[in-house]
């Protein structure tokens, strides 16, 4: 989609935006897949309810995004313009046990930025790609660590109020995969607290859920790591494997080879293919294990 109401250009330079035209999200997700639009780019978080409010005067619909790690977006021009923050610098500010994490920082980077200061507990998040808002949104989590443990205040730009607010930590429910934010707030900024640690010991523990990551997920490949969620007790990826899907193909969507909850573009898998794949994934796996698969990916459809 094309902006090209007069008052909205002509506005969104004093509200801190930047007018990024017509950007490809195949080449801003780790998917590669996705079609065009306008993208604003939001240096002033705090001016975003009034960029709100000018999009929804001009009819101009809207996404948020963060590091598109777990997104599959839909091909084509695409019916609405997307809002991701651009990165202040520094974007993680420590004192003492706290980080305090703007939502666009790389959730990897922050990871290791607090190990240097000696803060530990995320290590198991050291390959998760995407930032730090993304993390939260959906309480993004590996090897025994959620993101949600160590979350003591969320800034957030909340869709029903359309305001700004600062939740503290238990006023948000961290579950798998799943939080108490809705689809269209905006992660803002993040004070985490973390366990002393000293740096040595973290990076051991860094250093091994690489090599345990390596070992199992295509990691050089393009991907929106797992597609699916796993149900309570089981194991999507396993469950694929047994019924022999490894290798599966809808044009270049292909199901990973060695993580069949990955599904990987192996090219220029269209957001069709992809689509296709991960239906007949959930298909045969619903016949053969009576149980409906609930996406992890977030889906974008035109
Ligand atoms: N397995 C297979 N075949 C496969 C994949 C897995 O047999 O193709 C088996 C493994 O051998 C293992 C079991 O299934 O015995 C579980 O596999 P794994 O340890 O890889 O964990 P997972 O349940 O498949 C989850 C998360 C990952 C996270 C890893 C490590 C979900 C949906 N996935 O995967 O998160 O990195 O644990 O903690 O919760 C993601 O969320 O995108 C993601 C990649």
């Given at each position: ?152 205040e969320v800034t957030v730009?909340r ?6 607010e600062t939740l503290k930590g238990d006023q948000i ?130």
């Amino acid at each position: 989609m094309r902006i090209e109401n007069e008052n909205v250009l002509n506005a969104l330079p004093d509200l801190g935006v930047e007018l990024k035209p017509s950007a490809s999200l195949a080449e801003i997700t780790c998917l590669g897949i996705g079609g065009t639009t306008d993208l604003l780019a939001l240096h002033r978080h705090y001016s975003i309810p009034d960029v709100v409010k000018l999009l929804d005067a001009a009819g101009i619909a809207f996404k948020f995004l963060g590091g598109g790690s777990n997104l599959l977006v839909a091909d084509g021009e695409l019916p609405w313009v997307v809002l991701q923050l651009s990165q202040p610098d520094p974007d993680v500010v420590i004192e003492g046990n706290f980080a305090m994490v703007d939502a666009s920082a790389e959730l990897g980077r922050t990871v290791t930025l607090c190990a240097k200061r000696d803060l530990g507990g995320m290590e198991g998040l050291i390959g998760v790609p995407g930032t730090v808002g993304g993390a939260l949104r959906m309480n993004a989590g590996a090897y025994g660590i959620q993101i949600g443990t160590y979350v003591r205040e969320v800034t957030v730009y909340r869709s029903a109020t359309r305001t700004i607010e600062t939740l503290k930590g238990d006023q948000i429910s961290f579950e798998y995969r799943h939080t108490s934010f809705a689809p269209d707030d905006m992660m803002l900024a993040v004070k985490l607290e973390l366990p002393s640690k000293p740096f040595r010991e973290i990076l051991q523990g860094i250093r091994i859920c690489n090599e345990k990551r390596r070992a199992s997920q295509p990691l050089g490949q393009k991907s929106a790591g797992c597609i699916f969620k796993n149900p309570p007790g089981a194991s999507a990826g396993r469950m694929i494997d047994e019924l022999g899907l490894k290798g599966l193909s809808v044009g270049d969507a292909r199901v990973s080879d060695r993580h069949a909850n990955f599904f990987v573009n192996a090219g220029t898998a269209s957001a069709g293919d992809m689509l296709s794949l991960i239906a007949e994934v959930r298909e045969r796996v619903a016949q053969a294990f009576g149980l409906t698969l609930e996406h992890e990916v977030v889906l974008w459809l035109a």
